[in-house]
């Protein structure tokens, strides 16, 4: 384990189970579908290659790059798309796939932006979700894991743009963002 980690919360082997349950899952809800799957960015990136991996369907992909906390550990309530998706929605199936479901800012906004693009459906996919701390009334129609109120890192997610490539999710020492 890495010496900044205080906790390993899920192994590799239980992160690639449950993605394997939702990729099953998703597979079922939209059968005879093509979905346009679109990540946001840098945090789902690990996710999202297992994930549609496990999605047995025509699938597109895409990605979008949103402002995250910088070297922060809570939002600061401003989004701003830095990356948009590369392809028009229009009429498709949207599949929002995000790392975590935290103060639910990000999503909130990008759910309406996205909207006003006239997909035919969408719908979101959180690996993780920390209900507790939501301020905004957003919820994911597939969550990967429900977890507590605890700054997580690794499987993509970071802080400070460190700890993506840890292959567990793990909570982070407080020490180390000085908490
Ligand atoms: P929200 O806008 O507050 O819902 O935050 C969503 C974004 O905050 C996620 O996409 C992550 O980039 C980041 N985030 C929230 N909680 C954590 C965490 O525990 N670890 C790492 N990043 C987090
Ligand atoms: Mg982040």
Request: proline content about 2%; overall charge neutral.
């Given at each position: 384990m890495h010496q900044d980690v205080e906790k390993i919360l899920f192994s590799q082997e239980?992160?690639?189970?449950?993605?394997?349950?939702?990729g099953a899952q998703i597979t079922r809800d939209y059968a005879g579908k093509e979905v346009a799957v679109a990540a946001i960015l840098r945090g789902s990136y690990v996710f999202m290659a297992d994930l549609t991996r496990a999605i047995e369907l025509p699938i597109t992909v895409d990605f979008?790059?949103?402002?995250?906390?910088?070297?922060?550990?809570s939002s600061s309530g401003q989004v701003e798309i830095k990356k948009d998706l590369s392809d028009p929605i229009e009429g498709k199936e949207?599949?929002?796939?995000?790392?975590?479901?935290?103060?639910?800012?990000?999503?909130?906004y990008l759910s309406d932006v996205l909207r006003a693009r006239k997909p035919a459906s969408i719908r979101i996919?959180?690996?993780?979700?920390?209900?507790?701390?939501?301020?905004?009334p957003i919820r994911a129609d597939y969550v990967g894991f429900t977890i507590p109120d605890a700054f997580v890192v690794g499987y993509g997610l970071d802080y400070d743009e460190k700890y993506r490539n840890l292959p567990y999710i793990g909570i982070l020492k407080p020490s180390v963002y000085g908490g």
């Open positions: 239980q992160l690639q189970a449950r993605v394997r349950e939702l979008m790059s949103v402002s995250s906390y910088g070297s922060g550990t949207l599949l929002i796939v995000e790392d975590i479901l935290d103060s639910g800012n990000t999503l909130y996919c959180t690996l993780l979700d920390k209900p507790d701390r939501r301020t905004r």
